[in-house]
């Protein structure tokens, strides 16, 4: 395990930053597949396909 990896983990045995961290991830995760969902949307990707990606982004946010 590296020096980071080492920080990383102690760092996560706060709430505080466990908390702030998760939640930043997650509005990353959901911007990545947002961004993802555009560009099938100007690749004029079928109507089925796009609304496959909206229901795993709903799915997403509804576990989050």
């Known amino acids: 395990m590296s020096i980071a990896e080492k920080y990383f983990k102690e760092q996560m045995k706060s709430d505080e930053f466990g908390r702030?961290?998760?939640?930043?991830?997650?509005?990353?995760?959901?911007?990545?597949?947002?961004?993802?969902?555009?560009k099938d949307i100007q690749g004029r990707k079928s109507p089925d396909e796009l609304i496959e990606k909206v229901e795993d982004i709903?799915?997403?946010?509804?576990?989050v």
């Open 20 to 38: 702030s961290y998760l939640e930043e991830k997650t509005k990353l995760d959901i911007e990545y597949r947002l961004e993802d969902l555009k």
């Open 58 to 63: 709903e799915r997403f946010v509804m576990g």
